[in-house]
């Protein structure tokens, strides 16, 4: 029996290419949706893990000139070392060391709950020029049972031949002295070879907890 009506305006599937369907019931069958659409690809969750890797090829994870935009979103990020810092790099082709050259800025406000302390400044022990190491995305997370971070990292063009790889990293952590402290650190991979994989760790010991989501951002 064919169904004459559909009781909803529109509705969104989410198939293997990188644009939502939409059915509307005033036009006839399938239609591309408009506007960008948030694909997930990807989810590693962490148990007392030293490295999360998204490796573009492997274990279903895409990340090539399929999308223009790569989002990563951290999702109670946990450490087993207190203080620990969540870090990340990036690395092309089969190389595995993850020391692409990376140059960034990075500032931090933060605000305790006693409502003693509050600061908004440029952080110039976390930035980096022309440096190889892994970027650090705050200053330090504490270990207790309700501390952890959350947050998101956006590359753009990844696979871009011409340019650099620009970033940005924005995470709010609950930090060691009970503090809520944000972080905002933005820069480029200095390469104009594809970026194919990403190393997120702990500065020191495991991620003891916690989940990371790839998405890939379509055109309009």
């Given at each position: 029996?064919?169904?004459?009506?559909?009781?909803?305006?529109?509705?969104?599937?989410?198939?293997?290419?990188?644009?939502?369907l939409?059915?509307?019931?005033?036009?006839?069958?399938?239609?591309?949706?408009?506007?960008?659409?948030?694909?997930l690809?990807k989810?590693?969750?962490?148990?007392?893990?030293?490295?999360?890797?998204?490796?573009?090829?492997?274990?279903?994870?895409?990340?090539?000139?399929?999308?223009?935009?790569?989002?990563?979103?951290?999702?109670?990020?946990?450490?087993?070392?207190?203080?620990?810092?969540f870090?990340?790099?990036a690395?092309?082709?089969?190389?595995?060391?993850?020391?692409?050259?990376?140059?960034?800025?990075?500032?931090?406000?933060?605000h305790n709950?006693?409502?003693?302390?509050?600061?908004?400044?440029?952080?110039?022990?976390?930035?980096?020029?022309?440096?190889?190491?892994?970027?650090?995305?705050?200053?330090?997370?504490g270990?207790?049972?309700?501390?952890?971070?959350?947050?998101?990292?956006?590359?753009?063009?990844?696979?871009?031949s011409?340019?650099?790889?620009?970033?940005?990293?924005?995470?709010?952590?609950?930090?060691?002295?009970?503090?809520?402290?944000?972080?905002?650190?933005?820069g480029?991979?200095?390469?104009?070879t594809?970026?194919?994989?990403?190393?997120?760790?702990?500065?020191?010991?495991?991620?003891?907890?916690?989940?990371i989501?790839?998405?890939?951002?379509a055109?309009?």
């Amino acid at each position: 029996m064919a169904i004459s009506k559909f009781n909803y305006n529109s509705f969104n599937v989410t198939p293997v290419a990188s644009k939502a369907l939409a059915f509307n019931s005033d036009a006839d069958g399938f239609t591309t949706a408009s506007g960008s659409s948030m694909i997930l690809i990807k989810t590693l969750t962490a148990s007392a893990d030293g490295t999360l890797n998204f490796v573009n090829g492997s274990d279903d994870v895409v990340l090539d000139d399929t999308y223009p935009i790569y989002k990563f979103e951290f999702i109670n990020m946990h450490p087993a070392t207190d203080g620990a810092k969540f870090t990340f790099q990036a690395d092309t082709g089969t190389n595995t060391s993850y020391n692409q050259t990376v140059t960034t800025t990075n500032f931090r406000a933060y605000h305790n709950e006693a409502d003693s302390a509050t600061s908004l400044a440029y952080d110039t022990g976390e930035d980096l020029a022309q440096s190889t190491n892994f970027i650090t995305t705050d200053t330090g997370i504490g270990n207790d049972n309700d501390q952890c971070k959350v947050g998101n990292l956006t590359i753009y063009n990844p696979s871009s031949s011409v340019f650099v790889k620009h970033f940005i990293c924005v995470s709010n952590n609950y930090v060691l002295s009970d503090y809520s402290q944000n972080d905002f650190i933005a820069g480029y991979f200095n390469t104009t070879t594809a970026l194919t994989r990403f190393q997120f760790k702990m500065s020191s010991g495991n991620i003891d907890s916690g989940t990371i989501k790839l998405y890939g951002i379509a055109d309009s």
